[in-house]
């Protein structure tokens, strides 16, 4: 094997790319692990600072593609942009922006499945920065304790609001319902339309990807049966 080819095996070995080219990874929307890939020092600086530093680089961008920022529709864009990645569509990304929950006693005794479903979200793939759009389903059963039926709701809003991969989506959202209902037995379906799939590239407006995690109980054909009765 020749020096360089050793060099980039190793590399793309270092990398976890499984012989996969950055490319490839990004238009097959492979993920390469349950954490967002966030550097250590990302929240150093404010977010008033990551906006005005946001700003000034997109309005490069849209110097670059030769728009005129003097214009009275486009000034005001960059700014806009800023303050929406930061306070709106990635504003997940800010662990202080995590929803605070609070567990309370099943006083109810219910200790049936408990599914919430059709939970809008709308995310944006990682890969293009262009909108996913999709429903979440989710569902547990109580250990002992129970939350709010609209935390269950700000989970999924909270993580979609990130740059995401669908697969990461759906495991996050289950990691943090595990550890927060204090239980294995949690089940989450997401079925949603990616538009980098539908607007580009391959231009489908029709397909959906559907991915979906059963943990504990929910992991048996019987439970699976149940839930998928629930959501049809
Ligand atoms: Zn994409």
């Known amino acids: 094997m020749k020096h360089q080819e050793i060099m980039l095996n190793t590399l793309i070995k270092e990398n976890k790319l499984n012989g996969f080219s950055e490319e490839e990874i990004g238009d097959d929307h492979i993920y390469t692990g349950l954490e967002t890939p966030m550097k250590p020092d990302a929240f150093k600086i404010s977010d008033e600072v990551k906006k005005d530093k946001i700003a000034d680089l997109f309005s490069q961008i849209m110097d670059v593609m030769g728009l005129d920022l003097e214009d009275d529709s486009l000034k005001g864009t960059p700014n806009r942009v800023a303050k929406m990645y930061i306070d709106e569509i990635f504003s997940g990304l800010n ?8 567990l309370f006693d099943n006083k ?4 049936q499945m408990l599914v ?3 939970i809008t979200f709308y995310s944006n793939c990682e890969h293009h920065f262009v909108p996913i759009i999709g429903k979440a389903h989710i569902a547990y059963i109580s250990s002992g304790k129970v939350i709010g039926l609209s935390k269950l709701n700000r989970i999924v809003q909270y993580f979609a609001k990130r740059p995401q991969v669908q697969e990461r989506l ?9 550890q927060i209902l204090e239980t294995e037995d949690v089940a989450v379906i997401i079925d ?3 538009l980098c799939v539908s607007s580009r590239g391959i231009k489908d407006d029709t397909s959906a990807t559907v991915t979906s995690f059963y943990g ?3 992991n048996t054909t019987s439970k699976i049966a149940e839930l998928q009765n629930y959501l049809n």
């Open 116 to 118: 919430e479903k059709n």
């Open 108 to 111: 109810y005794q219910y200790n």
């Open 95 to 102: 662990p202080a922006n995590k929803p605070k929950v609070a």
């Open 170 to 178: 759906t495991n996050q959202i289950a990691a943090e319902l595990r």
């Open 216 to 218: 504990g109980v929910f």
């Open 192 to 194: 949603a339309k990616h």
